[in-house]
Every structure is written in structure tokens, then in C-alpha cells.
């Protein structure tokens, strides 16, 4: 095939992005990436391990996280957001912009001197702010790309005109603080995929969460703060503790559809919930096989290839026990113990069960920023401010020449989102070679 | 190969990084490279402050023009980042990429013992001598290239097959799909209306037959089988047969999409095809507009979700609900109880289309597996998990949600493919999580219900996947395969006993017997993981880049001899 | 002896092999993170755990390093989809063979993950702290146990042997996969078989050794290996049906053998 001219735009860097620009690359098409956080990785750099297999996530995915940033036909703006999308399929420009990171990007070696120094401490958004990192800072261990960001809002020779300790620590005169945003035009675009994925609740609205006690009582945590205690490399180095007084729990209660399936929150379901609480579950055993475990659901909802064997080995070796149920109250004793109030649709008994800690599978909402974004590629929405997409043909949004892909339009799991990405992958592709 | 390397000297030249102070602030770098300079065939060392950067790089090209190196190390921080940069370099400097290795003495070294100075001195030292002992045994490689005929074979012409024809053929290939019915469409010729949007079955799916008979690229050959298949990624020959006509195609790739089979409902709650019917059965009747029932119950998980077939079919749950909602359109006086064990509507709007049939009087029972629902002749005792009694629901027509299984004769079409299939009979993908339309051979791909049961959107989505993953193969007129694979060299084909043990443990079917009857490694599908090499039992294969002879020298260096 | 007085000072000579994808990675983590753990062990770098041939362990062992780590992806996690289940199976095989002379104990295989680095860290200072407790190899220093190493000689003979690597290499499929009669070989019934081959190549092996060095009677093998004659002579006559030995002479009634 003849070299082509026309490039594609991929929004988001999450797996479902990742995915869809490595297809195209691997096709012979340039594609430009624009990712708004620090590094691409998305939800999946965050998950400790993935059903129904229980690979470690990172494993799986940091050899796609250096192909994309390496691959030669993937040009990656990191720490960078569309600003202004112009044209129709076939002949998009686009505007980029890319905020300073106070950091030369081909200098910085990774090797974090200047992290050691820097006396600034913050909250880290990527561990769920379960953990303290620095004003200067790699936004995950094995981030790509691997160079370091100043936290501009944070940073004390920002906000109160002193320190600039890292700037002298740096060897390789890495650090500039003169850097400045800039704007990237870019011209050409065949097509645009958006994949920039999923905010949960909690990120946009904690009091719908407080009935739970989420937020008011501390052994009462959200499901990814669960993935990152779990984590090897998470604040807690793999081992489970209660934040109440570090003791490691042996009673856990998961709690389903918190803002699911629910008349008050999201009318939707979330999907994964169900699989990933098990997940969780089976995981918190591996630690500790004196751990009990109890699901409190509604449905369960494994429909997915291996899902169900994956729920039945749950129950039968991880000492996991699924209660069907309503949750009515959630209440904690003098020593913080949680204690759940429910009932039981097994035997339509109001029953109390006093745990160590809770988990709650919060609801996957829209992410953050998308009505600007929809606004910026004029596409539309649907009822729950996911992007629209044509009946049977989920990579499809309303507007000719834009693509999605992954849970900007929908809660799914990883496996569906790699294959919609590839999906509109080839619909970009057919654009871009004029079909 | 190995005689040729006889007669070269070999020159190593070893360049230790400090990279800053990050492995200079701990052990003595210049110390170093001045003491490995004594190490066999090592001829040139050097030490830089970073030896990546623009100095770095221009100082090991220079070396190696200056004192004819032809083996480079470097000791730095970690092959995982830094490979292909130093590879890049010294191919710019005219030695052939593979003869560079890595020795890492950041990472694995001198941030994990930085209070232990001395012994992360002498550390750094065993495995710079073990790095340039191995470097003296590498060996030139170069990059395989594969011809690709730009043309692709769907198997199955249902939605998920014609979803990815019709993509390739955009894209500018030429798609032959392989239907082993007289036409086209698959599963939705006899369905009514499709949930969650109510639209005609046969409207939809006429629509997309349409396309894909208006296509340009695109031949539907029907009735036919594929019969044999020779060949792999990029190079397939396929032989189908066409009512006792027999054809020839030569393709790139190949995608299966031969969807899924009906579950016979014989001896399932008194199954009798007319008061007791499927779904399936029910459509039709649905679409003829010829109900006559007044009190319909539909039993969910109908031979699925137990232990003979442990899986969900994901899409009986919807095609209970979106057939109850079409008989409460018919006449909402009509009776419609669902009894179910989990409600799987997931998503957004699966959910919706869920409290829609409530709405419209549907009427759900929970039931649990320990105690399946009871059918009697005329009537149903189920107990019902939510009110936790037994409820007796009359009917007059029960209707059974079985599951889609695979299709009796996948088993045939893997053997032609080398592809595997998972315990129920449907096909096994590469990597459930990460390369869900992927097969482990290169080349061969997968979408829609015949790898596991979806609903229309995701078989759609499918089929365009397995198109895109074609597409990375068929966009180029060769591909590059990395060097470092799997060979069995000319000097040890007699070794070769012909055992095949290689072929069985190959993850990637890349090893066969060709015509001479000689094992022979298909380089374009090895992925250099070195299992043949580990148990071929003559050692008779060799992985290169990670020979034999490579991995035992870093061994002696260590060991001592 | 000097096992026992060098124990306390004693600082092992380790060697891993680390996989690419899981293992090397959650080492690098372990820098990245800083962890610190003692400098023991160097590391060869291969793409899968199940790359591991045999025949390097024993080799490393027989050149006097203390002990030697395998490490590859978690079951399930292998970036080639089953190479670690390869890599059990030859582990699992060259422990047999060095239990026969208690070595058994310095060999390890173990599964890191990328995330792992601070376990990375944990399980090699355990596997140092481990053989520190043993103590220094007896076939390290300058005085190595003679008669060790030629038993360790024969068993890297015998892993590299056609017969162990055959049964190696087809464990898997014969046990996991029916044949093509529909059946399946138990793992149980499996085990007697490994085991039996085991031994018999590791005490044939060790009479190829012997013969290699001098002709010698039946009888005098049996003496020299500490091995009763009427299993010498029935692996001798294996030996000969496979080429690998033959008559040398006949002396008396008593034949000679030799290697071929
Ligand atoms: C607790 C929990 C556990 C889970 N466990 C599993 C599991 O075990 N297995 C499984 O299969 N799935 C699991 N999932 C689901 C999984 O996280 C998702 O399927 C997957 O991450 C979706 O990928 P994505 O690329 O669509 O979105 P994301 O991972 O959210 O990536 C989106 C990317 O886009 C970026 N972005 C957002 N807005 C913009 C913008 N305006 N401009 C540029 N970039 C932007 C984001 O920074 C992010 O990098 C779990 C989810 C949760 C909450
Ligand atoms: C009763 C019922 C109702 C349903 N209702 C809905 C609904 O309302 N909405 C929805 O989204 N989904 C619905 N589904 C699911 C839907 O039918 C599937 O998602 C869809 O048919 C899958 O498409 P496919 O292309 O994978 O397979 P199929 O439709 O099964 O097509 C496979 C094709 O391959 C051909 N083939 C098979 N073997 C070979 C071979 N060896 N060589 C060549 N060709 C071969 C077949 O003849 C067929 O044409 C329903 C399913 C059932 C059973
Ligand atoms: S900015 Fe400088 S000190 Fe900080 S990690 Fe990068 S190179 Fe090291
Ligand atoms: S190296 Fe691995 S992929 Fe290549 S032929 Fe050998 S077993 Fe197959
Ligand atoms: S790649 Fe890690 S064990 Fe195979």
C-alpha cells in the first residue's frame, strides 16, 4: 500500500486508546495522541491485578505503554488537551494544548534526585490520595513517558517565590522554569477517536456516597482505593491495613451498585462491579487465606467469556459468600468497625453483619471534562452524558469522521474496550484511506 | 556462521555510564572501566557521565570507528528503556544492531545497594565481565522480511463476518467471505425485532447484505467450505469447496466468524416444540402475529449456568425481555412472568430496556439453582427467592431462554487453523484481556459469537476489531520480524531427530515438518521466547541471541572456568 | 571442616535467571523504589523462564556458585502464554536430580510480577539468607568435593540426555492433552515414570563418566559408584544397545567395557 498522507487523532491514553493508536501506527498511519494527564496508562496502570485471569495489570500493559511511546509512527502529547477541533471526516485540524511540566523533556532521566529534595508534599492523585508524593513528581513508577512534572499549583517557587531546590539537585539541568504552554496546530486529520474513559463517583460527587459512610468513616474505602492497597507497588506495599489503626482485616464487606442501578444516582449498571469485586476478593484471600469475604448484590452479572467459572471459583476456594440483599443502614461500633445492616432476599430477614473494612463498588460515571470536550468535536451525548453512539455500531458517534472507544461511551471491561478500540481503529482507517 | 566468526577478532568495547551521580555518586566508574579493560577480547573502555545523551552516543561511534570495535557494551541503567537507543547508535555506526548488549548497573545494581559501595563495585564488575563474554559470542542477525498478499478470507457470513468484510474492503483489500450457507446473515434471517432499538431483524441485517453486495473488493462465495489450508501470516493458500466445486484462494489473513450454534432443547422442562417452546421458536411467531397464549412463562438459564455448561450466553436475559415487551405490545392483557436466576442487563441501555419491561407489567421471579422451577403440565411451582415461598404461575405457553453454544464442527476449522478452542467448544483467543480478536498464530484472527456469545454491538464491534488486526498485517507489502528467533542451522540439521517435541511446545505453532519431512521454524511467526531451544532434545535448535553457547559463557565468566 | 568456620563470614555467589517481562521488570522496580537488598546475586537476563535449560543450572552449580534463582511471570502472566509451565517442569526435574546428592536445596524458582519490586527485594534476601544457613557449596573454593563433582557432572550429562529432555519436553501435552487414542496419562503415573528415568539415566550417566576415565569390569564399576553390580550390569547393556559403550575385552569370564 501506498503511504498515506492523512493522520488520525486519538484522544486519551488509557488501554482503549493505546490500543486503537497502536493499530493504526501498525498500519502504516500516523496518529497523534493527546493525553491529559502527566503519563498514558489510564484506570488499568491504577488496577492491582485483572479478571477473569488475575494478571498483574501492569505487567500486561507496561510492554503496550513503551510500544506506543517508542512506535514510530505515535507522536505522544502527554500532560496535554484538545482545544479546538475544526473541518469534517476526512479533513480535521486540531489545536493541542501542552502544558508545561517545567521539565525538559529529552534531559530528564527518571532518575529522581530531585524528588529526594524537593521539600513539598502532596496528596497523590493517582494512589487515591492514600499516599503523599512531591511537588515534583513522576506520575506513576513505571509511567510513560518516564520524566517528571512539576505541580505548577503546588510547587513553591510558584506559589510563594522560593526553594527551586530540585532545579540544583538535577544533574542534567533538566529543570526549566521558564517553561511556558504551548499550542500545537494540527493539520490533516483523517479521523478522531475519543477514548478518554471513566471518572467514578466519587471524583465528581462524594455526598451521594455518604450514606455508605464513605468519606465519614475511615475503614469504609471505594473499590479502586482497594485496588491500590492491594498493589505491590501501592502505599501500602500489597499488605491490607485499616486506616482506623493499621490492623490487617479478616472480615471484608463488598458492597454492589453503590450509585448503580439506582433511582436516587445512575439509573445504569456499571457492569464490571460485579467481576472486579470478586477480583478484589480473591486477591485479599491470596494475602490472607483467614479472610472472609462477603459480596452484597443485587444481580450478578457475568456474561463475559470465563466470567462465570471465575464467580464459581470465588465462592468455592476464596471463601467468598455472595448475599443477596438490600442494604438499608451502614453504621460502625466504638472501634470503627463497620457494621451493615441489610436485608437478606434469601430469607427476607433484616440481618447485621460487623466487618473490619468495606469496599464499595462505586459507580463509573462520564469522565470529567467530557461536555467540554463533546462540545469542542461537536458530538452528542446521551441521556447520562456518555458519548452517543449509533444503534449496533458502538465505535460510531454522531458525527461523521469521529470515532470512541472504551467507557466514554459505556461501562465495560478491559477485554471490550480493546476490542472496540481496534474496532474503531478500522473504521478510522477507512476514512483515512478514503473508502 | 559460526566458521565466519572464527576468523573476525573480536573487539569489545565497554563504556561504563555514570549517569550523574546515580551510579558514579556510589561505586568508582572510572576505576572501573579501566579495570574491565583486562577482560578477554576486550579492546577499548571508556567511562561517560551519561552515556545516552548526544556526547555519550557521538563518543561510542567514534570508538568504534577509532579502534575498530566490533562488539559494544554498555553498563547503565536498564535494557527495558534503553535497548533500542544504543542498538540504534552503533547501527548508525555501522555495526550490526544485535551486536551490542546491555549490562545493568543502575536498576539491579547501584540503587539497590547504595550502602554497600564496595560490594556493588565488585558486582558491577562480575556483570560487565559476564555482558562482554556474551558480547564476544554475538552474532550478526538481521531482521526477517515476509512478503504479504494484500487479501483476506472471512470465514462465516453472519454479521460479525460481514462487519469485518466490509471494513477490509474499504480499506482497499481484497475479501473473499466463505458462507457455508446459500446466503448471507447468519443468526438475524430469523429473528424478529433486535433489542435494545426495536428495529426489524431482517430490515437490519438486509441493509448490511446489501453493503456488502454493493462492496468493491468484496466476493461472496456461498455454500462453500473451506477444505484445506497451507501456509502462514501473509502467504495462505486455501482450498474451498464449493457444492463439489473446488477453489483456490491465496490470501494475507484470515478471520473466523462462523458464529455460534442453538442449544437443542430436547428434555429440558418438558420440551415439546409446541406449548413449550425456545426463544427462537418464538420469534417467528412473534413476527406472524400468531399468539394465541394468554399466560406466558419464560425461564431463564434453560440448560446453561449449571455444570455441564458452566457460562452465561449474555444475550437470552435481553431476548427474554425485548420478546415479553414485543407480547405486551401485541396485547398487554397478555400475562408475561420471567423466571430468572440474575437479571444480565448491564450497561446503560440494557438497564433501562430492563425497568422498561417492568414497567410495561413484566413480572421477574427470582429462582436459585438449588431449587429449579417445577413444570407441570399446565402450571410452574418455582420458589421464589424473593418472597421466599413457592409460588404456583399457570401458563399456557413456557418459553425456554437457552444459552448459544459452539458450533459442533469448530473443532474441524481449528485443526485447519492450528488454533485452539476453550473447554465449551468456542475459540480460544490470544490474550483474553489484551488481544481479545488475536490468535496466538499471527495472522489469523477472530470476532463475534464463535469465540463467545454477544449481542449484536459487541459482534459488530468484533468484526471490526478482527478487520483492524488484519489491517496491521495486509497495509504493508512486507513486515519486519525481529532477528533474534528460533533456527535449526545447516551445521546441526543432523543433530535433528525428528521428534517434533519443538512443534508441541511452540506457544505460536511456529515450528512444522515441511515437504523434505525436515522440522523447519516459520520466522515469521517465532517470537523468540527460546521454549524449543530449552527442550528440543538434541539441542538441535538454537534461539539466537540467547544461544546455548551465549547463556553458558556468562555463566563461566561468573563461575569461572 | 571449612563449611563449618566460614558460615558466620560467609557471603554466597548467587546467580538468577530472570524473565524479561515479569521478573527483570520487577527488579528494575526495585531500583526504581530503592529497595535494598544484599548484592549476592547476578543476573542473566533471558526472554521467558522457560528458556531455562536445564543444563545451566547444574553448570553454575558445578562451577561452585552457592545457589541459582529462576524467576519468571506468574502462572497465567507469561508473556508467552505458557513458557513458566515449561520452566516448572525442567525445575522440577533438575531438583530430583540434585536431591540425589542434596544440592537440591540451593536451587530456587519463584514468581515476580512487574508490580513486585519490593518483593523482588524480600525473596532474594531470603534466598541469601537461605544458603548462608547452608553454608558455602562444597564445590566452591579451590579445593571442590571431587566425587561431588563428578556426580554432578553426570547428572548435567544426563539433563542434557535425549531420554530426560524427550520426557521433559513432552510432559505437558501427555498429561494435559489426551493422545491420540482419547487417553490421558495421569500426572501421578506420570511422576513413576519421571522418577524411574530419573535415577537409571543418573546412575548410567555416572558409568559413562566412570568408563571415560579407564575401562573397567562390571564389578569394579559397581565398587567405584557404590551401586549394586546387577543394576550396573543392566545398565551397561542399555548403554551398549544405545552405542554408548561397548567390549573392550574379555578378560577370564569377565568382559571390559568402555565408552565409546
Ligand atoms: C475498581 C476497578 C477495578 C477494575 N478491574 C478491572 C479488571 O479486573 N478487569 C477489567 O477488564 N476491567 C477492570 N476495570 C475496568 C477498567 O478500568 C476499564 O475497562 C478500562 O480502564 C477502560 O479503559 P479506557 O481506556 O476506556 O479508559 P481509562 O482507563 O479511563 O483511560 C482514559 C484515559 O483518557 C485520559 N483522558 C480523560 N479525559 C481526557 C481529555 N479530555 N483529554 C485527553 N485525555 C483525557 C485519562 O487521563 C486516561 O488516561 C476496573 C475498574 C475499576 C473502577
Ligand atoms: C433467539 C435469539 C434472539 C436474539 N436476539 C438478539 C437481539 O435482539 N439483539 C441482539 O443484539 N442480539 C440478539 N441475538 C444474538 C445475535 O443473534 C448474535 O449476536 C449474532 O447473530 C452473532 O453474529 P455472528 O456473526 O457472530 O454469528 P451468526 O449470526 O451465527 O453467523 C455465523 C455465520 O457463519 C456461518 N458459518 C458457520 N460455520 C461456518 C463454516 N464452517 N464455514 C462457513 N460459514 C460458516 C453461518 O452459516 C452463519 O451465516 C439473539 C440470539 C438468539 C439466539
Ligand atoms: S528532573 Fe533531573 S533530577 Fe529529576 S528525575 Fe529528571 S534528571 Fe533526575
Ligand atoms: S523461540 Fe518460541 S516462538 Fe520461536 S519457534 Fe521456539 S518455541 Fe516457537
Ligand atoms: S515471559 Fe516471564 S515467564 Fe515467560
Known amino acids: 500500500m501506498e503511504k498515506v498522507s492523512k493522520s488520525a487523532l486519538v484522544i486519551g491514553g488509557g488501554i482503549a486508546g493505546i490500543q486503537a493508536a497502536l493499530d493504526l501506527a501498525d498500519m502504516g498511519i500516523h496518529v497523534d495522541m493527546v493525553e491529559k494527564k502527566p503519563c498514558i496508562g489510564g484506570r488499568m496502570a491504577q488496577l492491582d491485578k485483572t479478571f477473569p485471569t488475575n494478571d498483574c495489570s501492569i505487567c500486561i500493559l507496561a510492554p503496550k505503554l513503551s510500544e506506543c511511546y517508542r512506535h514510530p509512527n505515535i507522536t505522544l502529547y502527554s500532560y496535554s488537551e484538545v482545544q479546538k477541533v475544526e473541518g469534517s471526516a476526512g479533513n480535521f485540524s486540531a489545536e493541542i494544548l501542552k502544558r508545561a511540566r517545567y521539565i525538559k523533556e529529552e534531559e530528564c532521566i527518571n532518575c529522581g534526585l530531585c524528588v529526594e529534595k524537593c521539600p513539598m508534599r502532596v496528596e497523590d492523585e493517582f494512589d487515591r490520595e492514600l499516599r503523599k508524593r512531591r511537588a515534583i513528581y513522576i506520575y506513576y513508577l513505571q509511567g510513560v513517558p518516564a520524566i517528571m512534572t512539576i505541580d505548577k499549583e503546588k510547587c513553591l517557587w510558584f506559589t510563594k517565590n522560593a526553594c527551586r531546590i530540585c532545579e540544583k539537585t538535577c544533574e542534567r539541568e533538566a529543570i526549566d522554569f521558564e517553561q511556558e504552554d504551548q499550542i500545537i496546530k494540527l493539520e490533516n486529520i483523517g479521523s478522531i477517536i475519543v477514548a478518554t474513559g471513566y471518572s467514578l463517583i466519587e471524583d465528581i460527587d462524594k455526598d451521594v456516597l455518604k450514606n455508605y459512610g464513605y468519606g465519614k468513616f475511615r475503614n469504609v474505602v471505594s473499590a479502586l482505593e482497594f485496588e491500590r492497597l492491594e498493589c505491590a507497588s501501592g502505599p501500602q506495599g500489597g499488605h491490607i491495613k485499616r486506616f482506623s489503626d493499621g490492623k490487617t482485616p479478616k472480615k471484608i464487606a463488598f458492597l454492589q451498585c453503590i450509585g448503580s442501578r439506582s433511582d436516587r444516582v445512575e439509573k445504569y449498571c456499571s457492569s464490571i462491579c460485579c467481576m472486579y469485586t470478586t477480583k478484589e476478593a480473591m486477591i485479599a484471600y491470596e494475602h490472607d487465606n483467614e479472610l472472609e469475604s462477603y459480596v452484597f448484590y443485587i444481580d450478578m452479572r457475568a456474561g463475559g467469556k470465563g466470567f462465570q467459572s471465575f464467580l464459581r471459583r470465588g465462592a468455592a476456594e476464596y471463601n467468598i459468600k455472595y448475599i443477596k440483599s438490600k442494604i438499608a443502614q451502614i453504621t460502625v461500633d466504638e472501634k470503627e468497625n463497620p457494621i451493615i445492616i441489610y436485608e437478606d432476599l434469601d430469607n427476607d430477614k433484616i440481618t447485621q453483619l460487623k466487618v473490619d473494612l468495606v469496599v464499595l463498588a462505586t459507580c463509573i460515571v462520564p469522565p470529567q471534562g467530557i461536555d467540554n470536550l463533546a462540545e469542542i468535536l461537536g458530538i452528542e451525548l446521551n441521556d447520562y452524558n456518555f458519548i452517543k453512539t449509533t444503534p449496533f455500531i458502538p465505535v460510531e458517534t454522531s458525527k461523521n469522521g469521529v470515532f470512541t472507544c472504551g467507557c466514554v461511551h459505556e461501562p465495560m471491561d478491559i477485554p471490550r474496550s480493546v476490542a472496540e478500540a481496534s474496532g474503531a481503529a478500522a473504521k478510522a482507517a477507512e476514512i483515512i484511506r478514503g473508502g | 556462521m559460526s566458521e565466519e566468526r572464527n576468523e573476525e577478532e573480536i573487539r569489545v568495547g565497554v563504556f561504563v555510564c555514570h549517569c550523574g551521580s546515580n551510579i558514579g555518586g556510589v561505586i568508582d566508574c572510572k576505576k572501573l572501566a579501566e579495570e574491565v579493560r583486562n577482560f578477554p577480547d576486550v579492546a577499548y573502555t571508556e567511562d561517560n557521565l551519561y552515556t545516552c545523551s548526544e556526547n555519550g552516543l557521538a563518543a561510542i561511534k567514534k570508538a568504534v570507528e577509532e579502534h575498530k570495535l566490533n562488539r559494544v557494551v554498555v553498563a547503565s541503567c536498564t535494557p527495558r528503556t534503553h535497548e533500542p537507543l544504543f542498538r540504534e547508535c552503533i547501527s548508525e555506526a555501522g555495526l550490526n544492531p544485535y551486536l551490542f548488549n546491555f549490562v545493568n548497573i543502575r536498576d539491579q545494581c547501584t540503587w539497590v545497594h547504595m550502602k554497600h559501595p564496595e560490594e556493588a563495585y565488585d558486582k558491577a564488575k562480575d556483570l560487565i565481565k559476564m555482558g562482554a563474554a556474551k558480547a564476544v559470542k554475538l552474532e550478526p542477525l538481521d531482521m526477517i522480511m515476509v512478503n504479504i498478499n494484500p487479501a483476506a478470507l472471512v470465514i462465516g457470513g453472519g454479521v460479525a463476518g460481514m462487519s469485518a468484510a466490509l471494513s477490509l474492503s474499504r480499506q482497499g483489500f481484497k475479501t473473499y467471505i466463505v458462507e457455508k450457507e446459500d446466503k448471507l446473515g447468519g443468526r438475524l434471517n430469523s429473528l424478529h425485532k433486535l433489542f435494545p432499538y426495536d428495529i426489524e431483524a431482517t430490515e437490519f441485517v438486509g441493509k448490511i447484505i446489501n453493503n456488502v453486495k454493493n462492496a468493491q473488493n468484496l466476493e461472496v462465495i456461498t455454500s462453500s467450505r473451506v477444505i484445506n489450508i497451507e501456509g502462514f501470516i501473509g502467504n495462505y493458500e486455501v482450498e474451498i469447496d464449493q457444492n463439489g466445486n473446488i477453489r483456490k484462494l491465496e490470501v494475507g489473513a484470515i478471520i473466523v466468524a462462523v458464529g455460534s450454534s442453538l442449544l437443542n432443547p430436547q428434555g429440558l422442562f418438558g420440551y415439546d416444540g409446541i406449548k413449550r417452546i425456545t426463544q427462537y421458536e418464538l420469534e417467528p411467531k412473534l413476527k406472524n402475529k400468531d399468539l394465541k397464549a394468554k399466560e406466558v412463562v419464560m425461564i431463564q438459564c434453560a440448560g446453561s449456568r449449571n455444570d455441564e455448561r458452566p457460562y452465561c450466553s449474555s444475550v437470552c436475559c435481553m431476548t427474554a425481555l425485548k420478546n415479553a415487551l414485543t407480547i405486551k405490545e401485541l396485547n398487554p392483557d397478555i400475562h408475561v412472568t420471567i423466571l430468572f436466576r440474575d437479571l444480565y442487563t448491564p450497561g446503560t441501555s440494557y438497564e433501562e430496556y430492563y425497568r422498561k419491561a417492568r414497567e410495561q407489567g413484566v413480572l421477574f421471579v427470582k429462582y436459585d439453582e438449588d431449587r429449579m422451577p417445577n413444570v407441570e403440565e399446565n402450571q410452574v411451582k418455582v420458589f421464589n427467592e424473593y418472597i421466599g415461598d413457592e409460588m404456583i404461575i399457570a401458563y399456557d405457553l413456557l418459553v425456554l431462554s437457552t444459552p448459544l453454544v459452539a458450533n459442533s464442527d469448530n473443532k474441524d476449522l481449528a485443526q485447519l487453523l492450528k488454533v485452539p478452542l476453550e473447554a465449551n467448544g468456542f475459540f480460544l483467543e490470544a490474550h483474553v484481556k489484551l488481544r481479545p480478536n488475536d490468535f496466538a498464530t499471527d495472522g489469523v484472527y477472530i470476532g463475534g459469537s464463535a469465540k463467545w456469545p454477544v449481542d449484536i454491538t459487541e459482534t459488530i464491534s468484533q468484526g471490526y476489531a478482527a478487520a483492524s488486526r488484519a489491517s496491521t498485517i495486509l497495509s504493508h507489502e512486507t513486515i519486519e520480524v525481529e532477528g533474534a528467533t528460533s533456527i535449526l542451522p545447516e551445521y546441526n540439521k543432523s543433530l535433528c531427530t525428528g521428534c517434533e517435541v519443538c512443534i508441541k511446545v511452540c506457544p505460536y505453532n511456529a515450528i512444522k515438518k515441511n515437504e523434505n519431512d525436515e522440522i523447519e521454524i516459520i520466522q515469521a511467526l517465532c517470537k523468540g521466547c527460546g521454549l524449543c531451544a530449552a527442550t528440543c532434545t538434541n539441542k538441535a535448535l538454537v534461539i539466537r541471541h540467547f544461544t546455548d553457547d551465549q547463556i553458558l559463557s556468562e555463566i563461566y565468566a561468573y563461575g569461572g572456568e | ?260
Open chain 3, 1 to 260: 571442616m571449612r563449611m563449618e568456620e566460614n558460615r558466620v563470614s560467609f557471603e554466597p555467589k548467587l546467580l538468577g535467571f530472570l524473565c524479561n517481562w515479569c521478573s527483570y521488570a520487577g527488579a528494575d522496580l526495585a531500583g526504581v523504589s530503592r529497595i535494598q537488598y544484599p548484592p549476592n546475586m547476578r543476573v542473566i537476563r533471558v526472554m521467558c523462564s522457560g528458556r531455562v535449560d536445564p543444563e545451566f543450572v547444574i553448570q553454575a552449580l558445578e562451577l561452585g556458585i552457592d545457589g541459582v534463582y529462576v524467576m519468571g511471570c506468574h502462572i497465567g502472566d507469561c508473556h508467552y502464554l505458557d513458557g513458566n509451565y515449561e520452566a516448572i517442569r525442567k525445575f522440577d526435574m533438575t531438583k530430583k536430580f540434585l536431591s540425589f546428592v542434596g544440592l537440591d536445596n540451593r536451587i530456587r524458582l519463584d514468581w515476580v510480577s512487574a508490580s513486585e519490586g519490593v518483593r523482588f527485594g524480600e525473596v532474594v534476601s531470603k534466598f541469601v539468607e537461605d544458603i548462608k544457613a547452608l553454608g558455602p557449596s562444597p564445590l566452591s573454593g579451590d579445593t571442590p568435593d571431587q566425587e561431588l563433582l563428578e556426580k554432578v557432572k553426570a547428572i548435567r550429562e544426563a539433563v542434557s540426555s535425549n531420554r530426560m529432555r524427550a520426557l521433559v519436553g513432552r510432559q505437558r501435552k501427555i498429561t494435559e492433552e489426551e493422545n491420540v487414542y482419547g487417553e490421558k496419562v495421569p500426572e501421578e503415573e506420570f511422576d513413576v515414570l519421571m522418577d524411574q528415568a530419573i535415577k537409571e539415566e543418573y546412575d548410567r550417566h555416572r558409568i559413562l563418566l566412570a568408563l571415560e576415565k579407564d575401562s573397567k569390569s562390571v564389578k569394579d564399576l559397581g565398587i567405584e559408584l557404590n551401586l549394586d553390580p546387577s543394576i550396573v550390569l543392566e545398565h551397561t547393556l542399555t548403554l551398549k544397545s544405545r552405542s554408548q559403550v561397548d567390549f573392550q575385552k574379555i578378560i577370564g569370564n569377565t568382559p571390559i567395557f568402555m565408552r565409546i
